[in-house]
């Protein structure tokens, strides 16, 4: 039997990703899953970003500074997997062609992966999804729907999105308005 000791050393779970920096260059790189000592580095680290730009109490400022920790750390060469993709955060942070979006990009794309690899529960039952249906619908806050782990945000956009395509397919076979004119017709009122 294996000690966990000699579990740890084998390579971490990587996943390929394609990214495109502004002005239209593209490069692959890895996106590899984190240790809970790197989560703990991320947040300490955007802390004190955030401290250091004498900004108090900016969630803004420091969900990029996550972020940005997150991504130089995560994401790797793609031809040497163990080495870092981004030089440092100050690199990620300072270039005009990463820019915010991208950050935000990668740093979702890494999340995402991490819980596509975590043991813990990706599934909601039929009465759950409901529930959560019916809290997205009626917040005006964003909350019901970020307080979903990333797996379960792309899970339950995707499932919402095919249940609309769904539902507008059965209106234009019907003879129902499609979905340009009720777009249309929304805009125009």
Same mark, same amino acid.
């Given at each position: 039997?294996?000690?966990?000791?000699d579990?740890?050393q084998?390579?971490a779970?990587?996943?390929e990703?394609?990214?495109e920096?502004?002005?239209?260059k593209?490069?692959?790189?890895?996106?590899?899953?984190?240790s809970?000592e790197?989560?703990a580095?991320i947040?300490a680290?955007?802390?004190?970003?955030?401290?250091?730009?004498?900004a108090?109490?900016?969630?803004d400022l420091?969900?990029?500074?996550?972020y940005?920790?997150?991504v130089?750390?995560g994401c790797?060469?793609?031809?040497?997997?163990t080495?870092p993709y981004f030089?440092?955060?100050?690199q990620?942070l300072?270039?005009? #062609?990463v820019g915010r979006d991208r950050?935000v990009? $990668?740093?979702e794309l =890494?999340?995402h992966?991490?819980d596509q690899c975590? %043991? +813990?529960?990706l599934r909601?039952?039929?009465v759950?999804?409901?529930?959560?249906?019916h809290?997205i619908a009626?917040?005006?806050?964003?909350?019901?729907?970020?307080?979903?782990?990333?797996?379960m945000?792309w #899970?339950f956009?995707r499932?919402?999105a095919?249940? $609309?395509?769904d539902? =507008?397919k059965?209106?234009s076979?019907?003879?129902? %308005? +499609?979905?340009?004119?009720s777009t249309?017709t929304e805009a125009t009122?």
């Amino acid at each position: 039997m294996a000690r966990f000791s000699d579990i740890i050393q084998g390579t971490a779970a990587t996943r390929e990703a394609d990214v495109e920096f502004l002005g239209g260059k593209t490069d692959k790189l890895l996106i590899r899953v984190l240790s809970g000592e790197e989560e703990a580095e991320i947040a300490a680290w955007a802390h004190a970003y955030v401290a250091d730009k004498g900004a108090k109490d900016s969630d803004d400022l420091y969900e990029l500074a996550s972020y940005a920790k997150r991504v130089a750390l995560g994401c790797m060469d793609i031809d040497a997997p163990t080495t870092p993709y981004f030089e440092s955060v100050e690199q990620l942070l300072g270039s005009a #062609i990463v820019g915010r979006d991208r950050i935000v990009y $990668l740093g979702e794309l =890494q999340l995402h992966w991490q819980d596509q690899c975590s %043991p +813990s529960r990706l599934r909601m039952s039929e009465v759950e999804f409901a529930q959560r249906l019916h809290q997205i619908a009626g917040s005006d806050q964003p909350d019901p729907f970020v307080s979903l782990r990333p797996g379960m945000r792309w #899970i339950f956009a995707r499932t919402t999105a095919r249940a $609309l395509l769904d539902s =507008q397919k059965l209106k234009s076979d019907s003879g129902g %308005p +499609s979905a340009s004119t009720s777009t249309s017709t929304e805009a125009t009122q």
